[in-house]
């Protein structure tokens, strides 16, 4: 479907309409016409543009934002006035997105772009819809292929180190909850632009209107594929099992790379001036190689804990009490956040309901755990990260200093797991109580390959233990039962965002490096997919406006 189709531009916007669960298809239509006070024939139309819940209270309200078309624009003008006032009636924005610039012949020198994640994608399909066929590079291998060496590791405990959670086409979301939202600013609707290309690869509907969408694995890879023959079909190209090896930098200009081919063991050099660096956060071999270059970058503060596990009937029933189960709110969700008395913060991150735990490691004798879920969200129980926040000065020593760290805790876990790739585990009763676990309880972990119980009690500097002690007691009182004794803790958690930024200016590129632009996660400028894909897009914009000189176009 074309992006017309998709994205219509409405009228009026009505926000904060609220409705019982169970209301019937006609009270949301007689709701607008009530709060506008307008006649049956005088609404022309209505489109839901999002729809949340509002669980605070008792009664348990659906909460609707829709687009309405009235019958005349004259009625429009009118309506509007009469409510000028009123901040939950307004005119609907244009979220309509236009390329800001379109090459008027190929370029010789093509645009590289390092990474075929979500920032990655965005930027390839930018810098192709504007005529810049962009040549991707990406170490990992096709989504379908790379499944099976991820599933190597979960099944056989067998680690691929170029091609796993991490790496690979679609980049480290593929294997995940596909959550959909993002807390960023956002005043050009990107994130609609992202949503809308999402659907026109073949992602539900569903996801431009609930509040907050996902779109689990399964869908997702065939999302990423569809959107692979979109950027191949308007002139782009993507080399698989090819890795960005090296610089070259000449007087503060990028000039070429070096690229290994990983499926034949050769190497080449890449003629280019104009690089997106999209690499994800777990390219550690590439941050030393630019580190090594001088390409200018920083410690930044990132977070480490480890994976909870409860039953999801318990977020259900403590979260949506009687209405728990309803097919429209799916499986609860949820989002905590504790400050400890030592000062540091513990928060939940990455709340998959409904999912598994995974082993998402990309390193051998390493152990890393993060989630993930299909788009039913039905698996027995509910994971999240359950990180501490920590900053350089607790891990000083330059730029890479964050990235020794988090392999000093991912070889322990290794270790503590049994060195076969299981996770070492522990139930909450017995980590606040300061014991190790000898056998699991009620709760059946769901990591793969497997779960050792122990003592997890060294497994992180004591700091964050000690402020996770006191966290889970505290969020036991917010959800009532998810400091059950019961629940299962697996470590380690590091991968929550980049240990380090590698800094930009106020054009996209590299402070010391022109032609470097450092995107997404990796270079810490978004954290999860729909923010990565809207870096992808601004990066893209910002080095196609460099390459084609004007806003007219090459
Ligand atoms: P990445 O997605 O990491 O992509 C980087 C790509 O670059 C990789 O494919 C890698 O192979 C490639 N690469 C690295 N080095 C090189 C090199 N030298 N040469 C060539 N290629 C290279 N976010 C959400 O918003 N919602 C979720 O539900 C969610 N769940 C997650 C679950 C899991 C298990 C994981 C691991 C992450 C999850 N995230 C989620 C986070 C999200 O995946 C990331 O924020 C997002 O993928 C970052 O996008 P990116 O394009 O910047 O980097």
């Known amino acids: 479907r074309s992006e017309k189709q998709i994205l219509r531009v409405p009228m009026i916007r009505l926000t904060e309409l609220k409705l019982p669960l169970d209301h019937t298809e006609d009270a949301l239509p007689a709701l607008i016409k009530r709060t ?37 624009a004259d009625l429009q003008a009118t309506l509007l006035a009469k409510f000028s006032n009123n901040p939950h009636i307004r005119p609907a924005p244009d979220q309509t997105y236009h390329l800001v610039t379109t090459a008027r012949q190929a370029p010789a020198l093509r645009p590289v772009v390092v990474g075929f994640g979500p920032c990655g994608i965005f930027a390839a399909l930018l810098l192709a819809q504007m005529g810049l066929n962009p040549i991707v590079l990406e170490r990992g291998k096709k989504v379908r292929e790379r499944t099976k060496d991820t599933w190597g590791l979960w099944r056989k405990g067998v680690l691929n180190p170029e091609s796993n959670v991490q790496f690979g086409e679609g980049g480290a979301g593929t294997f995940s909850d596909g959550k959909l939202w993002s807390q960023i600013k956002d005043p050009r609707f990107l994130g609609r632009k992202v949503m809308t290309e999402f659907v026109k690869a073949g992602a539900p509907d569903e996801i431009l209107l609930v509040s907050k969408p996902h779109i689990g694995t ?43 081919n990983l499926a034949d063991g050769t190497s080449y050099e890449l003629r280019t001036d104009h690089m997106v ?56 969700d949820y989002k905590l956040v504790h400050h400890a008395g030592n000062g540091r913060s513990v928060y939940s991150f990455c709340m998959c309901p409904g999912g598994t735990v995974v082993a998402a490691t990309s390193e051998e004798g390493r152990v890393v755990t993060n989630g993930m879920s299909q788009y039913s969200r039905n698996e027995r129980n509910a994971n999240a990260g359950i990180v501490v926040g920590i900053t350089p000065a607790d891990y000083p020593g330059g730029p890479l200093a964050g990235i020794a760290f988090q392999r000093a805790l991912e070889s322990h876990a290794f270790t503590l797991g049994g060195g076969t790739y299981e996770a070492p585990g522990q139930l909450v009763g ?108 601004e990066v893209a914009e910002a080095l196609a406006l460099s390459m084609t000189g004007n806003k007219g176009g090459a």
Do not use: C, W
């Not at 209505?46 to 909460?63: G, N």
């Not at 070259?248 to 000039?255: H, K, P, S, T, V």
């Not at 480490?304 to 209405?323: N, T």
């Open 277 to 332: 660096l999209a690499p994800g956060h777990s390219a550690r071999d590439t941050f030393a190689m630019l580190h090594e270059r001088g390409v200018y970058m920083e410690a930044k503060p990132f977070s480490v804990g480890f994976r909870i596990e409860h039953p999801q009937g318990l977020i259900d029933r403590a979260r949506l009490g009687q209405h728990a189960g309803h097919p429209l709110l799916g499986a609860a």
């Open 36 to 72: 506008l006070g307008i006649q049956p024939d005088q609404l022309r139309g209505h489109t839901v543009y999002k729809r949340s819940y509002d669980a605070r209270k008792q009664k348990l309200l659906l909460v609707y934002i829709a687009d309405v078309e009235v019958a005349s």
């Open 430 to 537: 017995d980590f606040v109580a300061g014991r190790a676990s000898t056998q699991l309880g009620s709760v059946e972990p769901s990591y793969k390959p497997g779960v050792l119980m122990t003592d997890l009690g060294g497994a992180l500097p004591d700091y964050a233990i000690t402020a996770m002690r006191e966290a889970l007691p505290v969020f036991g009182k917010k959800i009532r039962g998810f400091d059950m004794f019961d629940a299962v803790l697996t470590g380690v958690e590091t991968r929550t965002s980049s240990p380090l930024r590698i800094t930009r200016g106020d054009d996209f590129q590299s402070i010391n490096v022109k032609g470097l632009y450092p995107a997404g996660e990796g270079a810490s400028y978004a954290g999860g997919i729909l923010s990565a894909g809207v870096d992808g897009i």
């Open 218 to 260: 399964f869908k997702l890879v065939k999302v990423v594929e569809n959107m692979r023959e979109q950027i191949i079909a308007m002139g782009g190209e993507i080399r698989f099992e090819h890795r960005l090896s090296d610089v070259l930098i000449e007087d503060g200009q990028l000039r070429s790379l070096s690229v290994q």
